[in-house]
């Protein structure tokens, strides 16, 4: 029986998942607030421990959970040993937004939108913005999130739910001072 399963789990070693995911962990690690000039090291670190761990097993989380969890200690562990707050994001480091004919005072505001969407992220704790980030943005079921960062399923809810009302809150303030500024 141990055979049978042991013969049905799919193993990806540390390159495979870099071919496969080297951008999803990039974009998840800027999610989280870190800085352009680290992701490269901070991908890299993600993709070492992916290495030691020895690689990728399918179970019941997807290689993506597995990496972000990954991603999000790596990230912490970053921040704590730099001793310093998650960084003000450059509204230079994000993507371009594409927009059917985008005039200055489109591409204005779609910029403040995410400069808005970003600072209130930022104002999350991590664990609350990681569960945010993979729930929201990435997709993953709640199950998913908590197998991959080995919280109970309930805990990845309140996390949600929590990370919910604090980024609505955020945005609703950051919107208020942005309409403010605009009328002052």
């Known amino acids: 029986m141990a ?11 540390a390159g495979e998942l870099f071919r496969r995911h080297s951008r999803f ?7 989280l607030g870190v800085g352009a000039q680290e992701i490269d090291d901070l991908v890299q670190e993600v993709f070492v421990v992916a290495h030691k761990r020895g690689g990728f097993v399918e179970r019941e989380a997807r290689p ?32 371009a937004v594409p927009a059917p004919s985008p005039g200055p005072s489109d591409m204005a505001e779609a910029s403040q939108g995410l400069d808005r969407v970003q600072r209130a992220l930022d104002a999350m704790d991590l664990n609350h913005r990681a569960v945010f980030i993979l729930y929201e943005l990435e997709g993953e079921s709640c199950e998913q999130i908590a ?12 996390r949600l739910h929590t990370a919910r009302k604090n980024f609505q809150k955020m945005h ?13």
């Open 25 to 31: 962990v990039a974009n998840f690690l800027w999610k």
């Open 147 to 158: 197998e991959s960062l080995g919280v109970p399923v309930g805990t990845v809810f309140s």
């Open 64 to 95: 993506t959970t597995w990496l972000a969890e990954i991603a999000v200690r790596v990230a912490s562990t970053r921040r704590r040993s730099l001793g310093r707050a998650p960084r003000q994001v450059d509204m230079d480091d994000a993507a």
């Open 3 to 13: 055979e049978s399963q042991a013969q049905s789990e799919q193993r990806l070693d």
């Open 172 to 184: 609703n303030h950051l919107l208020t001072l942005d309409k403010t500024r605009r009328t002052a």
